[in-house]
Structure formats: C-alpha cells, structure tokens
C-alpha cells in the first residue's frame, strides 16, 4: 500500500534521508583498507550465516555514485553514511591517504546532489591492531579514537551537515562483549563493563577533539527499545528495570546527567576501570543533536537460572519482520517523548534508523514489498505523534538504502529499499522506493 504521507505533513524543513554504513557496502577488501575485528569475527565458523562477510559487500567503494543517484532519486534530503576507521587508519595510528582521498571523492559526491551528508565516525569496524590491544575494553582505543576524528574532520568536516561520534554504543559494548553477538565475540562481564564506559569515553573525546576544529552540529546514535515486563509480577518488573538500565539509561544518564544510574552500576562497578568517575564531565560535553535508532520493543522476564542481568526475553503476539521483531510503531513515539521528557528538552532530535528486514525477491525485474511501505507509514505515523506531543523532532532516516551485510545474520537479512543481487551487484529500486519517492517528492 502507498505511503500515507507526503511532505506537507510535516514541520517545515523536516530532514528525509537514507543511511548506510561502510562496512556493511563498501567491500572491506576494496582500495588499501585494512583488516578490522569483524573481518576477524567472520573467519571463525559459526559467527556470521553462512560463513559470509563484508569483504565484497555491495561494492559501494566503486559504485557510489550509482547509489548516490538512488538517493537523489527516492526524493531524500540527506544521506546518513559512516567512515571505516580501517581504511582511514590500517593499522590503527597511520592515516592512509588512499582512505581519506576515497571518502573525500564521497562527500564531493553527495554535495554535488545536494544532498546534506551526515557522517557517523564509528560505526563498528575497528581496526584489527586495536582488536588486539583489547578493543574497547582497553582505554587505549578510546584516546586513538581522538586520532580517527581529526584525521576524518579535517579532510571532509567542512563539508558535513552533521556529525555523529559513535553509532549505537550498547551494540559496541554489551552486544559485542557481553553477549557475544557481535565482533569481537567476547561474553566477558569485566570486559563488557569496561567497553561500556570507554566507548562513551571516546565520545567525549571525539567532541572536544571537533570542537577545538570548529566543528558544529556535532551528536551522538544511540539504539532504543521500550522494555516491557511479561507479567506484573515484581521480578519481572524488576527484569524489566535492569535491561532498561542496561540498554537505554546507562547511555542517556551518562550523556545528559554526567552519571550512569544507579541500579546497574551497583553491580557493575566492580567491573568498571579505576577513577571512572572523573571521565564523566567529559562524557556529558555538550551535544547539538540526538539520534535515535529504533526496530522493536522488549519484553523480558526474570530468569533466576541465569547470572546477572538475570533476563530472558519473550517472544511478543505481534507481526514480525524477517529479524523477528514485532512490528511495534507505538514504541518510537513513546521513546522519543521519553527522552525528550525526561534528558533533552528541545534538543534537536533525528531518527537516524528506523526499517525492518523482509524475504523479498525479485520477479519479473520487480521487488513488491507492500508490508515495507506500510512499516514506513506506521512509523511516519508515530514520529508525526511525538511531534504533536511537543518533541523536537527534526529529521527521519530509513534503513537501509541497500540490501546490505547485515553482521552476523549475513546477506539473508534484507533491509533496504534498494534490493542488491550479491553475485552481480545489480540494483533494483523496490516498490516501497517507488512509494516513498512519490511521498517525498509530491
């Protein structure tokens, strides 16, 4: 079915865009870019579908102008893209003037469409050489992360619209380290606790580090879930509490309150690296805007056969999408006027990702994926709501542009509006494309 909005319907101004990531479509075996953690995590069987990784990818290194035409194309304002800290850095300090020249050649390319370029600084391909070193957990890889920025801003910052410092951080930390989902693949609760400050450490970083450039409109990613207990019992209730914590306050306390909440550093803090505490005004350094990432909701119960957290998570009524994700709009307007409410006030806000993933196939050189077009408009829907409720809302961004790698589940997992055949590289624009250019162009 067709989008039910169209431009018109929005404030004045309002940002449409598309994002992407580089490891995801450049193709990490493309130009001199070197190896990162999850060319790493890829090689050891069982860690990615079918053995797949993102040495190839969609191939973005050399057809971005092509996928730069679909983004003027679908009628978007915006192109959300990420720079590879591998190919700017190989081996984690020297800056490769064959990386920088490439993304230099990208942000020329989203100018010359007028298209505004948001860039996110990491987006989780990090270089092998600091992998070794301990990643994230070792403090280290924070302070190269300052060597990253500079070296990025002062070749393409003059051009950028926006700048993000880190996407998505519990998925950098707790996802990668605690849970072992993600590269590097570690469930190391020390580990987990020590990335989970250090990349917010690296953050705060990364700000001072543009502000001294002159760098403005600087902001940070940060997933979402709204958490919901499976009963009302009260240890489910307090599951609830805990992966709440975990996920969504560790973050936002620690970028809006300069601390991280009580109820899980307790447990945590054992954990944490020495003198933590003085890192946090740093952490809070002022931001200009906030993004949002949002898919699903979480339902959790209590597990008190499992150490802590001590959680597990039930399966939800609603319609899934290939990810199995319930299909949940009502919890990206409930996030947003939450956090508007209760950290940021009228700091701009941007839902840097919102889409889901679906089998879709082409027949007849078509890709018909009406489900897509009505996830689209479900979630126009709630970001209309959270405006209406007083959220200062000022952007939406779908993902993906194209079908792309999609870490650890591989090429199976199609989120794009743009479906990529992996074995030729052929683009074909989906139906949902189509709706979504008519609504942003109408």
């Not at 240890?235 to 509490?241: E, G, N, P």
């Not at 805990?242 to 306050?249: C, Q």
Request: one cysteine or more; glycine letters at 8%.
């Amino acid at each position: 079915m067709p989008i039910k909005y169209s431009r018109k319907d929005f404030p004045k101004g309002f940002t449409f865009g598309a994002a992407t990531a580089a490891y995801q479509i450049e193709g990490s075996e493309n130009g001199n870019c070197g190896t990162s953690h999850w060319d790493t995590f890829s090689m050891t069987p069982g860690n990615v579908h079918n053995g797949e990784n993102g040495s190839i990818a969609c191939d973005h290194f050399h057809r971005f102008e092509e996928d730069l035409d679909l983004v003027k194309a679908g009628g978007f304002d915006s192109y959300r893209f990420s720079t590879s800290w591998a190919r700017v850095m190989p081996d984690g300090k020297t800056i490769c003037k064959d990386g920088l020249d490439y993304y230099d050649r990208l942000a020329d390319a989203i100018c010359k469409r007028n298209l505004l370029p948001n860039l996110t600084l990491y987006h989780w391909d990090l270089p092998s050489a600091l992998a070794d070193i301990g990643g994230w957990a070792n403090r280290e890889t924070a302070k190269r992360f300052v060597d990253h920025t500079n070296a990025v801003i002062k070749c393409i910052g003059d051009r950028m619209d926006a700048v993000a410092t880190i996407n998505e951080p519990w998925c950098v930390a707790w996802l990668s380290y605690f849970l072992g989902h993600h590269a590097p693949g570690l469930r190391d609760i020390r580990a987990a606790a020590r990335a989970m400050h250090n990349v917010l450490f690296a953050h705060g970083l990364s700000i001072d580090a543009m502000r001294s450039l002159g760098t403005s409109n600087i902001g940070i990613v940060l997933n979402l879930t709204e958490v919901q207990q499976a009963s009302n019992s009260q240890s489910d209730v307090s599951a609830k509490d805990r992966l709440d914590g975990i996920h969504n306050r560790w973050f936002l306390d620690a970028i809006f309150k300069a601390t991280y909440p009580d109820d899980i550093l307790k447990d945590l803090i054992q954990f944490m690296p020495e003198n933590f505490e003085n890192d946090m005004t740093l952490i809070s350094s002022s931001i200009d805007w906030i993004g949002i990432n949002y898919y699903t909701r979480t339902i959790v119960a209590e597990d008190a056969n499992e150490p802590w957290p001590s959680i597990k998570e039930i399966k939800g009524p609603l319609e899934q999408t290939q990810m199995g994700w319930e299909i949940y709009p009502d919890g990206l307007k409930n996030s947003l006027v939450r956090v508007s409410r209760d950290y940021t006030g009228k700091l701009p806000m941007l839902v840097t990702e919102n889409g889901m993933a679906w089998k879709d196939a082409v027949l007849n050189e078509k890709v018909y994926d009406p489900i897509r077009a009505d996830y689209i408009s479900s979630h126009l829907t709630a970001a209309k709501a959270a405006i209406d409720e007083g959220v200062n809302l000022k952007g939406f961004f779908y993902w993906s542009l194209l079908d792309n790698f999609e870490w650890a589940f591989g090429y199976e997992k199609r989120f794009g509006l743009v479906h990529v055949d992996f074995e030729t590289q052929k683009r074909t624009p989906k139906a949902s494309f189509h709706d979504l250019a008519l609504a942003l162009t109408s």
